[in-house]
Structures are given as C-alpha cells and as structure tokens.
T-cell receptor, first 112, second 114 residues
Framework: QQPVQSPQAVILREGEDAVINCSSS?????VHWYRQKHGEAPVFLMI?????EQKGHDKISASFNEKKQQSSLYLTASQLSYSGTYFC?????????????FGKGTKLSVKP | SQTIHQWPATLVQPVGSPLSLECTVE??????LYWYRQAAGRGLQLLFY??????ISSEVPQNLSASRPQDRQFILSSKKLLLSDSGFYLC?????????????FGPGTRLTVT
C-alpha cells in the first residue's frame, strides 16, 4: 500500500526544474505533499483532492491523476531553499479518513 | 493561530525502560491527532491516530500504546523499550471532520534506545 516515489534522489543547480512522482497501487482519495529539511519536522506543501486537480504556489505545483493513481510535484526554477526530502502522503478510498500512507521520500539537493 | 508542542526534544533510554512522550495542541478544538515514527533515512510510519478523547486506533501492532486524556493532549507510551524503537517520533494534528485536511507536525522527539 505504500506509494512509490521516484526518483529517490535528485541533484539540481539553482534555476533548474524537477519533477517528483508518487504512484499508488490503490485507489486514492487524496494526495498530500510535504517537505522535510534535515532534523526538522515535515512541512505541509499542498493537498490534492480530486482527480485532475492541479495546485501551486510560487514555483511549486502539483497534479493528481486519479485514474492512474499518480501525483506529480513540479519544482520550477529551483532555489537553494527547496533542498530537503519530499514526501507524498496518500489517503486511500475506503481507508480511515485522514490517515496517510507516506512514500519513502525523494531527497532533493539544490546546489548554487 | 494553532501551535503544536512535543517534549522532550531528545531522549536516550536503555532497553527495557518505560517511555512517555507528550504532545499538546493549542488554538484549535477537537483535532485529529496522529503519532508517527521515522527511522533514520526512512519515510513516516503512522503508529496511532485519534479522532476524539479516549478514541485511539492503532495502525501497527507493537509494544507502544497511545492515550488521549484530554482533547488536545496525545501521549505515546511504552512499558519496555526495544532497540528497534529508536527513531524520530512526530506528533501531528489536523482539523477533525469528514474531509481530508492537511496535517501539521510538531518538532518531534528523537529517541535513542541503548
């Protein structure tokens, strides 16, 4: 049931773009995205509730393909502050409301 | 505004000793509360969640237990710690209800069992 995130790690130069994918074998009710910096707690980025929904703020956006049970996080013109580990959390149809199953994370490193 | 507190921040305990971690939320009522564990370099594993006082659901059978004695207080306990209990323990809250809401995490407790 744990969603699969890809890639596991990515290194970027400032200004480059990245895509992080999250794929589930189960039907999804929602997908949440969080970023965690080393030694800190995860911080909420965005939640996608409907298939086809896309959201974004600043230069970070995400999409949710309900049919494919996939979500992607897009980071555009990356900044040093984007470095961290990104986790997707999936809420399953028929599962306990609000309970998230997290992927193993994607470590993003942005270099100057 | 809402805030979430966890203590202690770090803890070193010998195998077989008891454990009590506390989490409190301020600025909201009737939140959903969650306990997660994160092993080094790993993802987040949901341990317990609660939708109300005295209502606890366990996601993973283990030697840990949770209690919610007050609306905004969530406690994680163990009678006897194992080496495998080491990790980063995170408490989180979300709005209660039937919709899916974002979760906000506390600063975490780093537990080392020796």
């Amino acid at each position: 049931q744990q969603p699969v995130q890809s890639p596991q790690a990515v290194i970027l130069r400032e200004g480059e773009d990245a895509v992080i994918n999250c794929s589930s074998s189960k039907a999804l009710y929602s997908v949440h995205w969080y970023r965690q910096k080393h030694g800190e707690a995860p911080v909420f980025l965005m939640i996608l509730l409907k298939g086809g929904e896309q959201k974004g703020h600043d230069k970070i956006s995400a999409s949710f393909n309900e049919k494919k049970q996939q979500s992607s996080l897009y980071l555009t013109a990356s900044q040093l502050s984007y470095s961290g580990t990104y986790f997707c959390g999936t809420e399953l149809y028929g599962g306990s409301q609000g309970n998230l199953i997290f992927g193993k994370g994607t470590k993003l490193s942005v270099k100057p | 505004s809402q805030t979430i507190h966890q203590w202690p921040a770090t803890l070193v305990q010998p195998v077989g000793s008891p454990l009590s971690l506390e989490c409190t939320v301020e600025g909201t009522s009737n939140p959903n509360l969650y306990w997660y564990r994160q092993a080094a370099g790993r993802g987040l594993q949901l341990l317990f969640y609660s939708v109300g006082i005295g209502q606890i659901s366990s996601e993973v059978p283990q030697n840990l237990s949770a209690s919610r004695p007050q609306d905004r207080q969530f406690i994680l306990s163990s009678k006897k710690l194992l080496l495998s209990d080491s990790g980063f323990y995170l408490c989180a809250w979300s709005r209660g209800g039937t919709l899916s809401y974002e979760q906000y995490f506390g600063p975490g407790t780093r537990l080392t069992v020796t």
